[in-house]
């Protein structure tokens, strides 16, 4: 049973560690990916659409098999989560043999090793002190470093670079995995996404999640003040937010942020998201001319929602209502819209001697305003009406760990395709017909048409270095052999 | 047509040249009256008009050496590229001067870019890696990018406050640059194949499964009674029309549906006397199919003139309006980017079934085209992860979140997996030669359909691009 047991694991290990595994869990990766892509998705699109885009029972399939919504069903998450176990487990199957590689670098190459290398060649020599210390000359003459390995019967020359390279697909994994844990893992249990709207003088910590749920933040932002500037054709070409950050009553930081540039305070960053007007009054601005009195020069006023101002020592005024889009119906007056569109206001005018008040309605509605016994006239001049600021919110600490995956990546990538592990040997050695010579062999791990032109360079060098020896240039054939790759 | 008639005639030592030449310097004359009468010769059209005359008698050499490898051809034809390439920078920086932004904002300004990538990569594939022939494919690309230009032409539109960032041009450089190396690999693996003595007829079937899917793509507009919906343009703002936010205004053309199903079928015809030679084993059925591809050339090339007379300007009917709608072509860039690109394939095949032998004593061996895909794709998989680094990060800036699962995002990392996948058979598997060539003419594949099919198919958050 144990034993079984062993197997069964030890199966699992070596199915989940395999490329072909890795291989058919993409592509499952990139179908259901594609499904997700053109079958509507429910966080983007609105219910109505859905339900015009499919039958009843199509949706209600759609819906139950979680292909509505693909990037967050649990399938597609274990799916991920198979991935990035099959990147572990095959890293981990193979590492131990390029740490072995990587940690204890073969040095001195023994006789079948020679043998089988692919690129090699040999060069008459006289001495082993002489061919050695000339391929040294020439392996400095490549910029190349050499090291000399002595052993009880015979030395020997070693050089290599970017041995590093050999590591470097573990580090795109690593990244990887970095990326993976920093969105799926960090951000899918920390982060959070929500949005506030703030108009300007307000303050508020009231988080409105996408769920419909509200966040309170242990600090709020107020927002002084906030704009619109268009193009000429009328498009929007900046919006802009004065922000300042309110902790415990004090304030800490202030930025005007615009779209690309966001605040960011205690991890939790504010984007200016959107812009608009509110439909609510700030000021209208009136002004206002005694009945009757030709004589006397308008005054202008300028009223808030529900302020009251005095006119004169006897009449005060008073904004009641504001009301963006009016319409009348059977003697009232009703909001059609939030759009200042067709705005109406009701203004009441009181009289402290006469104890009397009026209600006054720009424009004059029949039948409900009283504008024509109202002891001033009054002629709208200005409307301002208010503004807000959408901001978006979203506290994603993961994503340090993306960037920082990002830039591991980078780097891994750059060694995996530009940076090659080149390895050279020199060995004196008796040729085929018993003579000296100088066996040179060398490895790269890719790019090994770079590679063996460097060999080649290498070889030629080694035979100039070699020449004031004189050594007959007949008898220098260097062999060098490719493996078909 | 052009093409076609370089052909079936070959030009033979300098007469190609001279031919050239003329026509060079009678375009020039043509351009130098056109400035004559506007006063101003550096403006961004005329630069532009400019590099189509270098590309186009660049493209003219290109294919000359292929057909005929006059090795005097590849000296002209870089020079012509050489200069191209000038004008082409010129009217880029004239654009970007104007704009004040790098030219990504617009799929007018992307194309501009990516034809002077294009022609860029051309000079060095040629240059360093000495791929002579390459110019004969990346020539006529660039030919119908300039000439789409001339269709786009608009006007430097302001950018709404997302786009206002430095890493939106970060982003699209990447972006542009991995898909012309990807474009490249592609190009190189279409080559390999030929090299590596694949059947001409496997090449036909290809050439028809392309076109059938760029026919199929465009009949998904198809309405009832024949009619072909397009895009409604809004000639005094240039652009789209919006019915509500992301929601376009169609207008249908009448009859031109039914006019690109018939050249639905004329493509298929090809295909289906293909499987008929494979299944009945009688070779006779493909000598019919390559006639039928001529004729099936000769419709594409009307149903693209029919195209651009109705849908060049004229105002039709909505399904979801009432009211007749202007509509332009500048709306229906990928429509037409389709039917020209059908034609091209087209015709390259009809340059390999008869200059077959020309080529493949004048391409590189099969070797070392696999050699060179597999470093293109080297150098274009770090280019589109960077790509999507760099989008994620701008995204994080506008959007207040690096990864939204938008389906231009979804099909970017589907591109990233598929190259990924290409790398680990290579590596690991030692996948070469064939499985690999069709494995990174797949990833151009889904290149192609990233750029231009989530556009054109899917809606999301790049609206713009």
């Known amino acids: ?485 | 047509m052009a093409q076609a008639r370089a052909e079936q005639q070959p030009a033979t030592g300098t007469t190609l040249i001279v031919l050239v030449g003329l026509s060079i310097a009678f375009l020039l004359f043509m351009a130098f009256l056109n400035v004559v009468k506007s006063g101003n010769i550096l403006n961004e059209s005329n630069l532009l008009y400019a590099a189509l005359i270098f590309y186009a008698g660049a493209g003219a050499l290109y294919l000359g050496f292929g057909v005929t490898a006059t090795e005097s051809y590849i000296k002209f034809a870089s020079l012509a590229t050489w200069a191209g390439l000038v004008a082409n920078t010129g009217a880029v920086a004239h654009r970007w001067y104007e704009a004040g932004h790098p030219p990504f904002a617009s799929v007018y300004e992307m194309l501009l870019s990516f034809v002077w990538t294009l022609a860029a990569l051309t000079l060095i594939a040629e240059k360093r890696y000495g791929v002579k022939v390459i110019g004969t494919v990346t020539m006529p690309v660039a030919i119908v990018g300039v000439v789409l230009m001339q269709l786009l032409r608009t006007e430097v539109h302001p950018l709404v406050p997302a786009l206002q960032s430095t890493w939106l041009h970060v982003h699209v450089t990447l972006a542009m640059l991995a898909y012309a190396a990807c474009a490249l690999s592609f190009a190189l693996a279409m080559m390999f194949l030929i090299q590596d003595k694949m059947k001409t007829e496997s090449f036909l079937a290809a050439t028809s499964v392309f076109t059938l899917g760029i026919y199929a793509s465009i009949l998904t507009r198809f309405e009832k009674w024949g009619g072909l919906s397009v895009i409604a343009w809004d000639a005094e703002n240039k652009s789209e029309v919006f019915l509500a936010k992301n929601v376009r205004l169609f207008v249908t053309i009448p009859e031109l549906g039914w006019m690109m199903l018939l050249v639905f079928a004329a493509v298929a015809t090809p295909l289906v006397l293909y499987v008929m030679s494979r299944v009945k084993k009688n070779e006779g059925f493909l000598d019919v199919a390559n006639r039928a591809i001529f004729i099936s050339i000769l419709l594409q090339i009307l149903a693209l003139v029919f195209f651009l007379l109705r849908a060049r300007d004229g105002s039709y009917p909505s399904l979801d309006a009432e009211g007749l709608y202007p509509t332009n072509l500048a709306a229906s860039p990928f429509i037409l980017s389709a039917l020209v690109g059908g034609i091209f394939a087209n015709l390259l095949y009809l340059l390999l079934l008869w200059r077959r032998e020309d080529l493949e004593r004048h391409l590189p061996d099969a070797d070392a085209l696999d050699r060179i895909t597999y470093k293109t794709i080297c150098i274009a998989f770090p280019l589109l992860t960077l790509m999507i680094a760099a989008g994620a990060y701008w995204a994080n800036r506008a959007w207040g979140s690096y990864w939204n699962w938008d389906p231009k995002e979804v099909w970017a990392a589907i591109t990233w997996l598929v190259y990924a996948l290409y790398l680990h058979m290579r590596i690991t598997r030692g996948w070469r030669g064939r499985r690999a060539a069709y494995f990174a003419i797949l990833g151009f594949a889904v290149v192609m359909f990233t750029f231009f099919g989530v556009t054109y198919l899917l809606n999301g958050l790049h609206s713009y691009a």
Not at chain 1, 22 to 39: M, N, P, Q, R
Not at chain 1, 304 to 331: C, R, W
Not at chain 1, 380 to 400: A, I, M, Y
Not at chain 1, 452 to 467: G, S
């Open chain 1, 1 to 485: 049973m144990a034993l079984s047991l062993r197997s069964a694991s030890r199966k699992t290990w070596q199915t989940l560690s395999s490329i072909k595994t890795g291989v058919i869990l993409i592509i499952l990766v990139v179908i259901f990916s594609i499904a997700g892509t053109v079958i509507l998705q429910r966080p983007m699109t609105d219910p109505d659409d859905m339900e015009r885009a499919y039958s009843p029972a199509m949706l209600r399939l759609l819906d139950a098999t979680g292909l509505t919504d693909v990037f967050h069903t649990y399938w597609f998450i274990a799916l991920l989560v198979l991935v990035s176990l099959c990147i572990v487990a095959a890293s981990i199957q193979r590492f131990p043999n390029s740490w072995r590689y990587f940690a204890r670098p073969y040095k001195s190459p023994d006789e079948s090793f020679r043998k089988n290398l692919p690129t090699q060649a040999q060069i008459p020599i006289t001495g082993d002190e002489q061919g050695l210390s000339a391929a040294e000359r020439a392996f400095k003459h490549l910029h190349l470093k050499t090291e000399r390995i002595v052993r009880t019967d015979s030395f020997s020359l070693f050089s290599e670079r970017n041995r590093i390279s050999e590591m470097a697909v573990y580090i795109v994994h690593a990244s990887l995995l970095l990326i993976f844990l920093g969105y799926g893992v960090v951000d899918a249990f920390y982060g959070w996404r929500g949005f506030l709207v703030l108009s300007p003088g307000t303050a508020s910590n009231q988080i409105e999640m996408k769920n419909g749920a509200t966040r309170t933040l242990p600090f709020s932002i107020r927002c002084d003040g906030t704009g619109e500037e268009t193009y000429t054709d009328g498009t929007p070409k900046r919006w802009w937010s004065k922000l300042a950050v309110v902790d415990n009553g004090r304030e800490i930081q202030r930025k005007e942020i615009v779209v690309n540039d966001p605040l960011v305070y205690q991890g939790v960053r504010f984007y200016q998201a959107s812009w608009g007007r509110t439909g609510k009054l700030d000021q209208l601005i009136l002004s206002a001319k005694p009945a009757g009195d030709t004589t006397r020069a308008p005054q202008e006023i300028s009223l808030a929602l529900n302020q009251t101002v005095a006119l004169d020592p006897d009449t005060s005024v008073q904004l009641a209502e504001f009301i963006p889009d009016y319409v009348v119906q059977d003697g009232h007056v009703y909001a059609r819209s939030n759009d200042v569109v067709h705005p109406a206001v009701h203004m009441i005018v009181t009289s402290k001697k006469a104890n009397r008040s009026v209600n006054v309605w720009l424009p004059e509605i029949p039948d409900i305003a009283e504008n024509a016994s109202s002891p001033y006239v009054f002629e709208p001049k200005d409307l301002k009406t208010g503004v807000f600021t959408g901001l978006q919110v979203s506290h994603e600490p993961g994503q340090w760990s993306v960037w920082a995956g990002v830039v591991l990546m980078a780097i891994g990538l750059t060694f995996v395709f530009y940076v090659a592990h080149v390895r050279f040997w020199v060995v004196p050695v008796l040729d085929g017909r018993g003579q000296l010579a100088l066996w040179v062999g060398g490895t790269a791990n890719r790019n090994r048409d770079a590679f063996e032109q460097k060999f080649r360079r290498l070889v030629e060098q080694i035979q100039k270095e070699l020449k004031p020896a004189a050594v007959a240039p007949a008898q220098t054939q260097a062999t060098t052999t490719t493996a078909g790759r």
